[in-house]
């Protein structure tokens, strides 16, 4: 068995603020009686939440052969016959003997939609959810910003700096590591807050419903810079509304946050008010059926303002 994978879901289960806002958003969406939809249910927790908040039904379907197994035991353990329907095999593909009130999923990648939740999950909703019915979340963001770190670990990508935490010992030239670094996606839960030196900006805001997302497709964005500093990397993060009053974001990274945030390194270099960061997003090709965020890729120049 794929122990890997197995302890994602482990930790994805200590991912306390996550269970909240699931349960919360569920117990608001949840009516007694209602038959609900899990879409990606991996070890059943949402199943199980919104049996816990009145469903009378729940269809589970997984995916992963390894996690169904898995989910199929954790049923049989829990005693939900005749609660719940465990179905094998990617959502896109289900028709259900019936109607569905509500439909939750947690299908969030690191930047966001790496896991195509919200052309899954309206896929889903097309086929099996009743007029009217709810979808968890509701909406998925995504944002980009041009950051400075501070001295947490991404200090090392600097060039020497006085101020350095370990008595002088850091204040050398360091810059043939950008010299020698590849572009390349890193993950990273934030201990210290960055300095933002632009203003996040939406690449993707997908309202999750019945019609159809639209095609991802390389896209452009421009950061402006609002504060001079050294830009080091543009971040990326998601915020899920999972349903009024309650949303999910990996930024800023919490205590127990399973999510990393996603970052794009740059070779450092001075901005100023007003310069603009224009970022290409280079989404994975959809044939590779990549969904790792690191596939993901940025390209990234600045273009000076008039002085
Ligand atoms: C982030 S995990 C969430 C698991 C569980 N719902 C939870 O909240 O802990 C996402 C799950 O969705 C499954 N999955 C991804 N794409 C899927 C698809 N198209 N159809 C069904 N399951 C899918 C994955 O195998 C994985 O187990």
Request: overall charge negative.
């Amino acid at each position: 068995m794929d122990q890997r994978l197995l302890l994602m879901h482990q930790v994805m289960l200590a991912d306390a603020p996550r269970l909240r806002a699931y349960d919360a958003a569920l117990e608001a969406a949840v009516q007694p009686d209602d038959v609900v939809i899990d879409v990606g249910a991996g070890t059943l927790v949402l199943s199980m939440m919104a049996l816990r908040h009145g469903a009378r039904h729940v269809y589970a379907i997984e995916a992963d052969p390894t996690m169904a197994a898995v989910a199929e035991r954790i049923a049989a353990d829990n005693d939900l016959k005749g609660k719940l329907t465990l179905v094998q095999g990617d959502a896109r593909a289900a028709n259900l003997p019936e109607k569905a009130d509500v439909i939750v999923s947690e299908m969030m990648g690191n930047l966001g939609p790496e896991e195509e939740m919200a052309t899954v999950v309206s896929s889903v909703a097309r086929r099996n959810l009743r007029h009217g019915g709810r979808i968890v979340p509701r909406r998925l963001v995504t944002e980009l910003a041009a950051i400075e770190f501070d001295n947490e670990g991404w200090g090392l990508w600097r060039d020497a700096t006085p101020d350095d935490p370990i008595g002088g010992v850091l204040s050398y030239r360091l810059d043939a590591l950008q010299e020698f670094a590849e572009p390349g996606a890193q993950l990273h839960f934030f201990q210290r807050e960055p300095t933002f030196l632009s203003s996040p900006e939406p690449i993707s805001d997908d309202i999750i419903t019945t019609e159809r997302p639209r095609k991802r497709a390389p896209s452009t964005t421009k950061l402006t810079i609002n504060r001079p500093g050294t830009l080091q990397a543009i971040m990326g993060y998601f915020t899920a509304e999972l349903t009024d009053g309650v949303s999910l974001s990996n930024y800023p990274s919490y205590p127990g946050c399973n999510w990393a945030v996603w970052v794009w390194p740059l070779r450092h270099g001075a901005v100023r008010e007003g310069d603009e960061v224009v970022v290409d997003v280079l989404p994975p090709s959809r044939r590779t059926q990549a969904r790792e965020p690191t596939d993901w890729r940025l390209d990234c120049r600045v273009v000076r303002a008039r002085r």
